[in-house]
């Protein structure tokens, strides 16, 4: 059993991560290792809050002193509509994973689109300026598209299975140049064409149908491509095997985990956490978890 004496006392500051399942969740692993490491009389405990509970839990939070929530599935919109103030980009998207509690109320933000692209700069891999294709259209595709968006990427595509989401998801780029929206026939060409490749499907995710496959045909990777995916288990996907086996670069989806975990703390506490902590402390809880 874990020895915690003298870890938390009376003035030890509290953030919880809610959702439902969340005994999974690598957010109280990565912060607490964090608040660790810099020495933060902080913790993070993990709370399973039932679907359509996500506002009460704002508010019980609140009442409670807790100075901020992580958010994931299923409360990520319904944690928008208890906020009093949001970031632009949950205004644009509609969700959010991070919630900042403090005496003016509750702020709502989003850090997955952004963690991503600060994911990619931290590995030199900067999407300003350069073509994207998106693969998938779900809500973290919707996080990346905005984010890439931001940042300056170039032309982008977003491919779908079903053609009418990758069609909203294309509508929440920013900047006014057009993100085309496409089936997944002829991905293969586009994705020859670009300079990012994106998974945010979960096709390669062990455990799922999708297990083993790859999202991206095969043959179409070259060493110029940088291709990331946002799947973290296995760490290396079918499609960052194809993409190292073409000499590709490549982004992991654990390093996306890491950088919106570092921006969901950069708001709660207004410094930065070590990003390495955080990924080595994942890491050694995916080790060792019986998933
Ligand atoms: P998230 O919010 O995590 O992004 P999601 O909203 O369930 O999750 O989105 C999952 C994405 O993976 C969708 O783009 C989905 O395609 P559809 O919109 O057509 O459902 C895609 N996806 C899931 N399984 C897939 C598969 N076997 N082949 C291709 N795409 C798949």
Redesign the pocket.
């Known amino acids: 059993m874990t020895d915690r004496r003298g870890a938390i006392g009376g003035a030890t500051t509290v953030v919880a991560v809610i959702g439902d399942p969340v005994g999974h969740s690598l957010s109280p692993v990565m912060h607490n290792a964090a608040f660790a490491s810099a020495g933060r009389d902080w913790v993070m405990v993990a709370a399973p809050v039932a679907a359509g509970q996500g506002a009460a839990a704002v508010a019980a939070a609140r009442t409670m002193g807790l100075a901020g929530l992580a958010v994931t599935m299923p409360h990520k919109a319904d944690v928008v509509a208890a906020a009093n103030h949001c970031s632009p980009t949950v205004e644009r998207l509609g969700v959010a994973n991070t919630v900042v509690l403090d005496a003016g109320g509750a702020t709502a933000h989003t850090t997955d689109g952004d963690g991503l692209v600060d994911a990619m700069v931290a590995a030199g891999h900067d999407p300003a300026g350069a073509s994207v294709l998106v693969v998938?259209?779900?809500?973290?595709?919707r996080s990346i598209v905005e984010a890439m968006s931001r940042r300056g990427a170039g032309a982008m595509w977003v491919a779908?299975?079903?053609i009418e989401?990758a069609q909203q998801c294309a509508a929440v780029a920013v900047g006014g140049r057009p993100v085309v929206a496409c089936g997944?026939d002829g991905m293969g060409d586009i994705a020859t064409a670009v300079d990012i490749v994106v998974n945010?499907?979960?096709?390669g995710m062990a455990g799922t149908?999708?297990a083993g496959a790859s999202?991206v045909p095969a043959g179409v990777l070259r060493a110029d491509h940088v291709v990331v995916d946002i799947v973290y288990h296995p760490i290396r996907t079918p499609l960052l095997e194809a993409a190292v086996a073409a000499g590709a670069a490549t982004v992991d989806g654990l390093a996306m985990l890491v950088y919106q975990a570092v921006r969901q703390q950069q708001l709660w506490t207004g410094e930065s956490p070590a990003p390495e902590v955080m990924r080595a402390a994942a890491l050694d809880a995916l080790g060792t978890a019986d998933r």
């Not at 945010?200 to 096709?203: E, F, I, M, R």
């Open positions: 998938g259209a779900g809500g973290a595709a779908n299975r079903t989401r997944l945010t499907t979960s096709v149908d999708g999202p």
